[in-house]
């Protein structure tokens, strides 16, 4: 089991920029492949990016490449989620997840951080 801390978010115009961290804990980080999901306000939760265990490969959801990248630093534990050029529509809860298989599908996550909120004004 691994334990992650998400922080990072926070309020942006629209246009704007904001960088996610995630600090894994309890095991090593280069066991898992790392993935950003979120969840907007009556919405399901889902995929936003993933990177696998050494990083040498990223996915990201349709609504977010080239805008969105994600890395990883396995010496440091941690995760990151750049996100520019940010739209309205980003505004969500986004979370950290730590899963065995790459990419990531949301029932194969095994463990969540607590999350953040990231607001986009228009």
């Known amino acids: 089991q691994v334990q992650l801390v998400e922080s990072g978010g926070g309020l942006v115009q629209a246009g704007g920029s904001l960088r996610l961290s995630c600090a894994a804990s309890?095991?090593?980080?280069?066991?898992?492949?790392m993935g950003w999901f979120r969840q907007a306000p009556g919405k399901e939760r889902e995929f936003v990016a993933a990177?696998?265990?050494?990083?040498?490969?990223?996915n990201y959801a349709d609504s977010v490449k080239g805008r969105f990248t994600i890395s990883r630093d396995n010496a440091k534990n941690m995760v990151y989620l750049q996100m520019n050029s940010l739209k309205p529509e980003d505004t969500a809860v986004y979370y950290c997840?730590?899963?065995?298989?790459?990419?990531?599908?949301?029932?194969?996550?095994?463990?969540w951080g607590q999350g953040t909120q990231v607001t986009v004004s228009s």
């Open positions: 997840a730590a899963a065995l298989k790459y990419p990531p599908k949301l029932d194969e996550v095994g463990d």
């Open positions: 990177i696998s265990w050494s990083g040498s490969f990223t």
């Open positions: 309890g095991r090593t980080l280069s066991t898992y492949a």
